[in-house]
T-cell receptor
Framework: AQSVTQLGSHVSVSEGALVLLRCNYS??????LFWYVQYPNQGLQLLLK??????LVKGINGFEAEFKKSETSFHLTKPSAHMSDAAEYFC??????????????FGQGTILTVHP | DADVTQTPRNRITKTGKRIMLECSQT?????MYWYRQDPGLGLRLIYY???????NKGEISDGYSVSRQAQAKFSLSLESAIPNQTALYFC????????????FGSGTRLTVV
């Protein structure tokens, strides 16, 4: 079975500050890992994903995440927050193959607030 | 037009009523999914279908049923709605080869009173 834990249901930063959203996962097989963003009253948009290869993954809107197998983590960062980054962020994991392939298990979400 | 279209966008229904949420896609993907989102719980998988003849229960299928009418259509039914089924429901599709094509619809906000 897979699971995802996002540390901190709410994170607040000042505009221009570093954004760090934490995600830890458990998976019995090599995982595929994802970050999604949800703006108010909208669906989910893929920010970035890790499947194989380079462990530092760059996504849209200046976000990046690093897959650390030894720490079972996939934390999301952005060097400088912008007001438009205010949203809810979801980390998700999928098995890298087999019958569970394509099924996503989500974390509980982290609401990011950006202060002027 | 959106790649994944959900109807209705919003719905209020009474306890005990049967309701169907519909999803259609133009991505040409074989795989389709229904998730529900609850505050503080993230998204949880209700049902998924890897092709027209393949339907599988997800994490929280009790009280729900689905129908895959065609490759492009995947409907979710609540046979007898109850208040704790009040949630935001998302349909999603994916390409069977890799995860690049995982696309979500805009969601259906369902309220059961």
């Amino acid at each position: 079975a897979q699971s995802v834990t996002q540390l901190g249901s709410h994170v607040s930063v000042s505009e221009g500050a570093l954004v760090l959203l934490r995600c830890n996962y458990s998976s019995s097989v090599p995982p595929y890992l994802f970050w999604y963003v949800q703006y108010p009253n909208q669906g989910l948009q893929l920010l970035l994903k890790y499947t194989t290869g380079a462990t530092l993954v760059k996504g849209i809107n200046g976000f990046e995440a690093e897959f650390k197998k030894s720490e079972t983590s996939f934390h999301l960062t952005k060097p400088s927050a912008h007001m438009s980054d205010a949203a809810e962020y979801f980390c998700a994991v999928s098995r890298g193959g087999g019958t569970s392939y394509g099924k996503l298990t989500f974390g509980q979400g982290t609401i990011l607030t950006v202060h002027p | 037009d959106a790649d994944v279209t959900q109807t209705p966008r919003n719905r209020i229904t009474k306890t005990g009523k049967r309701i169907m949420l519909e999803c259609s896609q133009t991505k040409g993907h074989d795989r389709m999914y229904w998730y529900r989102q609850d505050p503080g719980l993230g998204l949880r998988l209700i049902y998924y279908s890897f092709d027209v003849k393949d339907i599988n229960k997800g994490e929280i299928s009790d009280g729900y049923s689905v129908s895959r009418q065609a490759q492009a259509k995947f409907s979710l039914s609540l046979e007898s709605a109850i208040p704790n089924q009040t949630a935001l429901y998302f349909c999603a599709t994916s390409d069977g080869q890799d995860m690049r094509g995982y696309t979500f619809g805009s969601g259906t906000r369902l309220t059961v009173v």
